[in-house]
């Protein structure tokens, strides 16, 4: 079946442009979850979607950082007045209900970069 | 809050030999663990996880992981290393704390494979 999608791949934009991200999760997955990988901070959770609902954001770096999610499926994430150390992977993930026992299944990320 | 320590950044094996990747967690609970694998270019694959059943856990393409709980380790294993092992693995702990359930990464070991 269809796995975690994300658009899109790569991204170059250039430094105080607004950026967004797009994830598809997995058809039926209620939890949704972005991190970023980078390589001077390894990975790192960003935010958690349970729904449409967002009850954790603790990740998010600053408040340039915004995500949201309709529909129960898509989820956009938008980094506003990007600076050069958002350059990273950014990852989504999703999985069935988001208990701590569920597998996260990760799409293949987009790689930002801004210059 | 929960964290994972993989012991060593970069293991150098032989085709044919074994490998072991070691993994330590600190949790103030029965902790989920997970091995996920990421090949270059490539998205987030689970290997294998733990959830409080069998300690012993047998995950895809021959690895497995032990839950040693009077060591805080979860060390992965395989018997014979193949060239197509070559990639980085992160140690995973999921983490839940007031409704939320995201991931904590380790900092991960690149396993490189010499023919």
């Known amino acids: 079946g269809a796995g975690v999608s994300q658009s899109p791949s790569n991204k170059v934009t250039e430094k105080g442009k607004d950026v967004e991200l797009r994830c598809d999760p997995i058809s039926g997955h209620t939890a949704l979850y972005w991190y970023r990988q980078s390589l001077g901070q390894g990975l790192e959770f960003l935010i958690y979607?349970?729904?449409?609902?967002?009850?954790?954001k603790s990740g998010l770096p600053s408040d340039r950082f915004s995500a949201e999610r309709t529909g129960g499926s898509v989820s956009t994430l938008t980094i506003q007045r990007t600076q050069q150390e958002d350059s990273a992977v950014y990852l989504c993930?999703?999985?069935?209900?988001?208990?701590?026992?569920?597998?996260?299944?990760f799409g293949p990320g987009t790689r930002l970069t801004v210059l | 809050a929960q964290s994972v320590t993989q012991l060593d950044s970069h293991v150098s094996v032989s085709e044919g030999t074994p490998v072991l990747l070691r993994c330590n967690y600190s949790s103030s609970y029965s902790p989920s663990l997970f091995w996920y694998v990421q090949h270059p270019n490539k998205g987030l694959q689970l290997l294998l996880k733990y959830t409080s059943a069998a300690t012993l856990v047998k995950g895809i393409n021959g690895f497995e992981a032990e839950f040693k709980k009077s060591e805080t380790s979860f060390h992965l294993t395989k018997p014979s290393a193949h060239m197509s092992d070559a990639a980085e693995y992160f140690c995973?702990?999921?983490?839940?704390?007031?409704?939320?359930?995201?991931?904590?990464f380790g900092s991960g070991t690149r396993l490189l494979v010499r023919p």
């Open positions: 995973v702990v999921s983490e839940e704390m007031d409704s939320s359930y995201k991931l904590i």
């Open positions: 993930a999703s999985s069935l209900q988001g208990f701590s026992t569920d597998t996260q299944y």
């Open positions: 979607f349970q729904g449409n609902s967002a009850p954790d």
